[in-house]
Structures are given as C-alpha cells and as structure tokens.
C-alpha cells in the first residue's frame, strides 16, 4: 500500500468516525433542544438549533464532496449505494425547513409572507421536522455500522 492509499483509507475510517460521532451529537442536541423549547426556553432552544443546522449544512457539503472525490467515500456494496444514501436525502428535508424556520424568526416574518407560515406554523413544523431528523440520522448510524 503506497503513501496516497494509506491516507485516503484514513480520510475514509475519519469520515467513518465522525460522520458517527455527530449522527450521535446531533439527536443528543436535538433532544436537549426540544426539551428546551418544552420548558419555554428560547433563548437556549434558539442556541441549539444554530448550532445543529449549521454543524449539519457542513456535514452535508462534506457529503456532496464524496460524490466529487469518489476516492474518499465509503467504499459501498454494490446494489446498496440508493439503501446509503435514503438517510442522507431524509435528513435534507428537515435540515432545510430547519433552516427556513429560523430565517422566519430571524427575519420576524408575519402570516402574510412566505416565511410567516413557519413563523405560524412552527410548533407543527418542529414536531415533524425533528422525527424526521432522528430517523434519518438513525438510518445513517445503521449504516455507518453496517459498512464497518
């Protein structure tokens, strides 16, 4: 095994690593964060959320860098390339209409804009956003060990 080798096959048991590390991260902060907001707690709700979105928007353009270097992405079984990559696509939804919530909240927006409706409807949007935000990164912890 020469030099270039050793290091993409560090690169790929790193993202192996982390990518489980902050799947685990990521529902212990969305757990802290929807307790937050049960007990009313905005300020630290607000805390959480930011750092959850951004943290995943990175994790995400480290995922579509896989699909540029093909050399430091898992390696995958044949036939389960669409099974690995259901979570990840899962995972978009939330995290955008994450991300559009608190553009809402940031932005103040009332019920007449387009963002007012997250403004609105936010509760709502919460319950279902953070269900499918755990089942996707479920899903690609399962996996994750699944390929190791």
């Known amino acids: 095994m020469n030099k270039h080798q050793e290091l993409v096959e560090l690169i790929r048991g790193f993202s192996t690593i982390t990518t489980s590390l902050w ?3 990521a529902m212990l902060l ?6 937050a907001a049960k007990r009313q707690d905005t300020r630290i709700h607000k805390r959480y959320m930011i750092i959850i979105v951004a943290v995943a928007w990175i994790a995400f353009e480290i995922w579509l860098m896989s699909f540029r270097y093909p050399q430091l992405a898992p390696v995958v079984p044949e036939g389960m390339d669409t099974w690995i990559m259901l979570p990840n696509l899962l995972i978009l ?8 919530m608190m553009l809402a909240r940031w932005r103040q927006s009332v019920p007449g804009e387009l963002l007012g409706h997250f403004n609105t ?8 956003f953070i269900s499918l935000w755990c089942v996707g990164y479920l899903g690609g912890l399962l996996n994750t060990l699944l390929l190791t």
């Open 121 to 128: 409807h936010h509760r709502t949007y919460g319950k279902v």
């Open 93 to 100: 939804v939330p995290l955008v209409g994450a991300t559009l």
């Open 23 to 25: 799947a685990v991260l």
């Open 30 to 35: 969305l757990w802290l964060a929807w307790r």
